[in-house]
């Protein structure tokens, strides 16, 4: 009887030894409370439509992401700093890797992208506008720069919500490979 | 397969606005002081939360722009966390809201257009989280929490009254009752005293 009540003191103490706990694993486990996800991935692609960013190319449309083989759709704009910090890494697996990359210039006035792709070279197949960002909600974007691998069957499997890095080549290669 | 990173600058197109000029402050008299003052405090009692929401965004038909604002409050700005896109002025939450209102111009019920929002940007998208194995905690604990101290709380009034009850119905021995009378009797002519 005593004895439980003694341990009742313990209680609070306990609460802020388990609350400590949580907020220690919080900080060191790299959770990010601020990831969003994708719930796009494992799904087949949403509907691709939008205008050619090249004067007299033929518009973008679904059938660019059921070719049988894996693409890359990458989401840009001149005016993102990050997209051009990933640009470097896009020319080099389309040149060095032949991936297909097809781009959307997000919310970019059509001569900027334009002059954007000029100026640092030109990863992309294909590559269409999305001036209002309406493709883009379609395709649960939240910002740029964004990136899907789309695999041959028109499924998305990968989803990265952050300018690519070497690091992710790892993943995203043998996945272009392997074909679906 | 879902990856992400954390802490990669991206741009999310958040706007900071400063409306005021703090490097020129023009000089006053203080009655004119006392005066900006007051008004102030008065703008400070009369304000009330802005909405993001702009004048060319809104629906003429004023009971879907009803619906489109609660709709709005529910859902979360995908680049800001804690805000509703009517609270926000990212751009996403901007064309989000747009994309709502187009829903339900469309014909749209409330429930399709959350749905509508949840295929692209999954449960994340709502301030209020659904009921899952992975938010029971978060749906149940308090009330159990809630139970449990009640329960604690009765079992423990319980015990208290039955200690009471027990003390009343034992009868004084035979001793205990002469000390009894011995320090009333005592008590008495300290009393008198």
């Known amino acids: ?180 | 397969m879902m990856l992400h990173r954390l802490k990669v600058p991206r741009c999310a197109r958040d706007d900071t606005i400063f409306l005021v000029d703090a490097s020129n402050p023009t000089k006053l008299s203080s009655r004119a002081k006392r005066g900006t003052f007051l008004l102030a405090l008065l703008a400070l009692l009369l304000a009330f939360p802005a909405l993001a929401v702009e004048p060319s965004e809104m629906l003429k038909d004023p009971a879907l722009e009803s619906r489109a604002r609660d709709i709005g409050r529910s859902l979360r700005c995908v680049v800001c966390q804690n805000q509703s896109i009517d609270d926000s002025v990212a751009e996403v939450a901007h064309d989000m809201r747009l994309a709502v209102r187009a829903r339900l111009a469309a014909g749209d019920s409330d429930a399709q257009v959350f749905d509508y929002m949840v295929a692209r940007y999954g449960d994340y998208v709502l301030l209020k989280p659904p009921f899952t194995t992975a938010t029971a905690i978060l749906w149940l604990g308090a009330p159990v929490v809630l139970l449990l101290a009640a329960g604690l709380l009765y079992k423990a009034g319980r015990r208290r009254s039955a200690r009471a009850a027990a003390v009343q119905s034992t009868p004084l021995t035979e001793e205990e009752r002469r000390r009894l009378a011995a320090l009333l009797a005592s008590g008495r002519t300290h009393g008198e005293r």
């Open chain 1, 1 to 180: 009887m005593i004895n439980s009540n003694r341990l009742l003191y313990f209680l609070p103490l306990l609460t802020l030894a388990i609350m400590a706990g949580f907020f220690a694993w919080s900080l060191s486990s790299g959770r990010d409370p601020a990831a969003i996800g994708s719930v796009l991935v494992g799904r087949p692609a949403p509907a691709l439509a939008a205008a050619a960013l090249q004067e007299g190319a033929p518009p973008l449309t679904d059938a660019l992401l059921k070719t049988g083989k894996p693409v890359l759709l990458n989401f840009f704009a001149s005016w993102c700093a990050p997209c051009q910090i990933e640009h470097p890494l896009l020319l080099r697996l389309a040149e060095r890797d032949g991936v297909a990359i097809i781009g959307i210039a997000y919310k970019n006035k059509p001569e900027e992208a334009r002059a954007w792709l000029k100026r640092l070279g030109n990863p992309f197949k294909q590559t269409g506008i999305d001036p209002e960002g309406k493709l883009a909600l379609d395709w649960g974007l939240s910002g740029v720069p964004e990136t899907y691998l789309i695999d041959g069957a028109g499924i998305v499997r990968l989803h990265y919500r952050a300018p690519l890095s070497e690091r992710d080549l790892a993943t995203i290669l043998p996945l272009l490979r392997g074909g679906s």
